[in-house]
């Protein structure tokens, strides 16, 4: 009743912006996403009869009420799988090479899935181990491959096609990802409502849900061809095409600070001066400086000496879930 896993964080390329079922999380839209090698999370799950409660120990420490009410839920939808009532001890831990809270849910939750599941004596196919991620966190379900992957929305309302699936594997092309660190103070709003948000009240919501189809047709078409500045542009407008949508909403929000501006505006004026390199953010202030290795030092060199980076993140493309035999202690 143990079981061992560690997934690897995604930074998507194509954003999933927006929820069509907010209970099942199943998106408005398809997203893509590169899974790195730099983020990840290992987590033992422990089923026992004895246990009254779930217990969650995150980074050595016990979680707080909220983290645990949230894992707890999760874990229910795995006891549901096999009709098991017992309670679990889950011991997580995230890898991040910097303290500026770039642990992310993606990885958290595609662990938890895939241990828990192994846990309770199950073999998910991959499809189903995907969809059961994508029930802690949406952008878990990505987590479960390496590489390149696309998260397909699916159209039933059951959720049941809507999960991610492999597109270029992790040697395809070894594209650069610099995670330019700007804080590691928390999200003034969380993602899910900066998406209900979105949605509800921004009239370019609709111009998101136009363009975000097209957007993940040619980011595809670049990635098996390699072709780096179809990518980056495609990358860095259908981003930026995310944050307008926020800037909409009604009150209007935004997760860039001052750094965030400075570091696009660095990546433009590199660009300008012959380094192709390209950016993308997330529901928060950090820059993701997309490239090739050939660059990655001169862009390095360029970025930490803007004032408010505190650090640069070098990430390539990482695997999907691994299994290990030996649990960890909390
Ligand atoms: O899966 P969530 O709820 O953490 O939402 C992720 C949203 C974005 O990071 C902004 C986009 C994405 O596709 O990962």
Redesign the pocket.
């Known amino acids: 009743m143990q079981a061992t896993a560690t997934a690897h964080s995604n930074i998507?390329l194509i954003?999933?912006?927006g929820k069509r079922d907010e209970r099942l999380i199943l998106p408005a839209n398809s997203?893509l996403?590169l899974t790195v090698d730099r983020l990840s999370t290992t987590t033992t799950v422990s089923f026992d009869p004895d246990l009254a409660e779930d217990r969650l120990i995150l980074n050595q420490k016990s979680a707080d009420e909220k983290s645990m009410a949230r894992v707890s839920r999760f874990l229910d939808r795995t006891r549901f799988l096999t009709n098991t009532n017992q309670h679990a001890t889950v011991i997580s831990r995230n890898v991040v090479p910097t303290a500026a809270g770039l642990a992310s849910?993606?990885s958290g939750f595609a662990a938890l899935a895939a241990a828990a599941s192994r846990a309770l004596g199950l073999q998910l196919d991959e499809p189903t181990l995907s969809r059961l991620a994508r029930q802690g966190?949406?952008?878990?379900c990505r987590s479960v491959f390496g590489g390149f992957v696309e998260w397909q929305k699916g159209k039933r309302r059951d959720g049941m096609d809507s999960y991610a699936v492999p597109v270029a594997s992790q040697s395809h092309w070894d594209l650069v990802m610099l995670i330019t660190v700007v804080s590691n103070q928390r999200k003034p709003l969380s993602?899910?409502e900066g998406m209900r948000r979105s949605i509800e009240t921004s009239p370019f919501y609709s111009g998101w849900l136009e363009t975000v189809e097209n957007d993940l047709i040619e980011a595809k078409e670049a990635i098996a061809s390699r072709d780096f500045e179809k990518l980056g542009r495609v990358v860095e407008a259908n981003a930026l095409k995310?944050h307008a949508v926020m800037l909409g909403a009604e009150p209007p929000f935004t997760y860039w600070w001052e750094p965030t501006l400075s570091v696009m505006k660095k990546v433009w004026e590199m660009r300008e001066a012959g380094i192709p390199a390209y950016f993308t953010m997330?529901?928060g202030p950090n820059v993701i400086v997309l490239c090739e290795r050939e660059n990655v030092a001169k862009l390095q060199q360029g970025l930490l000496h803007i004032r408010g980076v505190t650090d640069v993140v070098e990430c390539h493309p990482g695997p999907g879930i691994t299994y290990e035999k030996e649990g960890m202690q909390p």
């Open positions: 998507a954003k999933y912006w997203s996403s849910s993606a966190s949406g952008s878990a993602s899910r995310m997330d529901a």
